[in-house]
Nanobody, 128 residues
Framework: QLQLVESGGGLVQPGGSLRLSCAAS????????IGWFRQAPGKEREGVSC????????DYADSVKGRFTISRDNAKNTVYLQMNSLKPEDTAVYFC?????????????????????WGQGTQVTISA
């Protein structure tokens, strides 16, 4: 089993930055694709960013392109989401998710059902 714990959320003003972390523990050996998702009150969960198990493919939702950056530190078993130029509409609970892959590949997805492991979420609030 893989456990994921997000941190780094908080309250920031519009235009500010936050860096979310997703620390993995448990059965961390093997290959994992990672996704960041968010869910705002009254809205469906949406994919924000993802990274393939190879690390060579990343993707972003149109709403965050150019502002968010996903990265990973394999030595620390941690994935990051750097969020800049934050807007009130970025307010949501952010979740990281992982999908184990048999081989390293370049597949990256925003389909939540494809991810087996989920963190508990961290609240991000953008408000003046």
């Amino acid at each position: 089993q893989l456990q994921l714990v997000e941190s780094g959320g908080g309250l920031v003003q519009p235009g500010g930055s936050l860096r979310l972390s997703c620390a993995a523990s448990g059965f961390t050996s093997g290959y994992y694709a990672i996704g960041w998702f968010r869910q705002a009150p009254g809205k469906e969960r949406e994919g924000v960013s993802c990274m393939s198990s190879s690390g060579g493919t990343t993707d972003y939702a149109d709403s965050v392109k150019g502002r968010f950056t996903i990265s990973r530190d394999n030595a620390k078993n941690t994935v990051y989401l750097q969020m800049n130029s934050l807007k009130p509409e970025d307010t949501a609970v952010y979740f990281c998710a992982a999908r184990r892959t048999l081989y390293m590949n370049s597949y990256c997805s925003f389909k939540g059902l494809e991810y087996e492991y989920w963190g508990q979420g961290t609240q991000v609030t953008i408000s003046a």
